[in-house]
């Protein structure tokens, strides 16, 4: 436990946790320990595969020193790596997910509590509590995926590793399309979008992940970043 007027820091197992702000009593999830067989988050090893699990659900609230604490967010890279793990189960306090799903190859469903205020699951994706906002596809999910025809954004990295991503159908709801939303997604050749789309996030990052996928825009063909250029170039012509 940390001193007087410091964020409140400590492991109750499987995670470590972080106090958001001082005082809050609300905390964050910053590591995932000894839990996922060979990785236990990104970059470090675990050789020790005795406390394995194939289903981590996120607690709603944990005590540390007799002081109740809730959980309310999972930070970034919290889970990269964990490459066994085949469901995650999201807590009704979880508000905020920062993070996007990498090398989770055996993912395959992420349920939400039904009391949560700010996410849901359908059919095991993960999307906001609107359903207008795909958050994370899982990785395992399968080859094909047609989008729900309400949603109106993919997310950044919402598809990222999926490697076995095929086909992927877009309702015309789309406008917005975020950035690295189809990261590592190699066997994604080509993607139909709605003339809808107003922002196209592109691809950022190593070339060995940079999908191959062709986008069919208006009559169009464009490699990823092509298009990102594009629309790009358009939102700067707005604010002129």
């Not at 410091?6 to 000894?34: C, H, M, Q, R, S």
């Not at 039904?114 to 395992?140: E, Q």
């Not at 592109?202 to 208006?218: A, D, N, R, W």
Request: hydrophobic share 35%; aromatic share 12%; glycine share 6%.
């Amino acid at each position: 436990m940390s001193v007087e007027n410091e964020l409140a820091k400590f492991d109750i197992y499987p995670f470590e946790y972080i106090e958001t702000e001082i005082g809050t009593k609300e905390v964050a999830i910053t590591k995932a320990k000894n839990v996922f067989g060979n990785f236990t988050f990104y970059g470090e090893r675990n050789n020790d595969n005795s406390n394995f699990k194939e289903v981590i659900k996120i607690p709603n609230q944990i005590e540390n020193n007799s002081v109740q604490y809730t959980v309310v967010k999972i930070n970034h890279s919290v889970f990269d790596h964990c490459e066994r793990l085949e469901k995650l189960i999201v807590s009704p306090s979880v508000r905020k997910i920062d993070w996007g799903f990498w090398k989770f190859f055996n993912l395959a469903s992420i349920e939400v509590d039904k009391d949560n205020p700010h996410y849901c699951s359908c059919d095991g994706v993960l999307f906001d509590k609107n359903r207008k906002t795909l958050i994370a596809y899982p990785n395992a999910k399968g080859s094909k995926y047609k989008i729900p025809d309400r949603v109106r954004k993919l997310n950044n990295k919402s598809f990222k590793g999926c490697i076995d991503l095929q086909e992927l159908t877009l309702p015309d709801t789309i406008t917005h399309i975020g950035a690295n939303a189809f990261y590592g997604c190699m066997k994604l050749k080509e993607v139909i979008l709605p003339d809808s789309l107003q922002k196209f996030g592109g691809y950022k990052g190593e070339l060995s992940y940079l999908p191959p996928t062709i986008f069919k825009y208006k009559g169009k063909d464009y490699k990823i970043n092509e298009l990102a250029e594009i629309f790009g170039n358009q939102e700067t012509r707005k604010k002129q």
